[in-house]
């Protein structure tokens, strides 16, 4: 589902990794607090992104069926129009095929409607998650003692991080613990 516009977001976040990680490497005075997570692994275990998806699975289908009992009229419509062409009634038939021409026009602007209603949820929800994420994520960082998390991601910048390194699932459980108190 969302993940198109996760994917499109990546490449600013392995610049901003990379720019952490030049900072932390000149960076005088004590050792940094450093921890990576798997981005995607985070994001699509997290409950709000399940609930989310849910959310918007259950909405496809609602347009899905609206569309569906539009293009069953429009079958119906059809075959009446091709009955009557074949019996000869000519004033019933420019009826119909009238009231067939606007149905079919009424069809594809519902459909092109739902197809950018559903493109807009898609890419609220995931920014909304995504901006749910960075808070719990900051406020992790600030309880647990963090200076840096980083994101790795499927281009990871990261190339190689050490277990201990790895906090994702702390974070992915600190998320969800504090999606359900919300």
């Known amino acids: 589902m969302m993940n198109r516009h ?4 990546m490449p600013i976040v392995t610049l901003l990794n990379l720019g952490c990680l030049v900072y932390l490497l ?11 997570v798997q981005m995607e692994t985070l ?18 289908q609602t ?24 019996k000869g ?10 009231r067939l021409g606007a149905l079919q ?3 594809l602007e519902r459909r092109e409607a739902t197809n950018q209603q559903a493109a807009g949820d898609d890419q ?3 920014v909304a998650i995504l901006n749910q994420l960075k ?29 201990t390194k790895d906090i994702t699932k702390a974070v992915l459980d600190y998320s969800n613990a504090r999606y359900n108190d919300e």
């Open 6 to 9: 996760l994917q499109a977001a």
């Open 26 to 36: 000149f960076k005088t005075g004590q050792p940094q607090k450093i921890g990576v």
């Open 43 to 60: 994001v699509y275990e997290f409950q709000g992104m399940k609930d989310a998806t849910s959310e918007y699975a259950s909405k496809l």
């Open 63 to 86: 347009w899905s069926a609206e569309i569906d009992s539009l293009a069953a009229v429009l079958d119906s419509l059809s075959e009446d129009v091709r009955r009557d062409s074949a």
């Open 89 to 98: 009634e000519k004033i019933k038939l420019r009826e119909k095929r009238f």
């Open 105 to 107: 026009k009424a069809y």
């Open 124 to 126: 609220t929800m995931t």
């Open 135 to 163: 808070s719990y994520i900051r406020e992790f960082a600030e309880k647990q003692g963090y200076d840096v998390i980083l994101a790795n991601h499927q281009t990871e910048s990261a190339i190689y991080v050490s277990d």
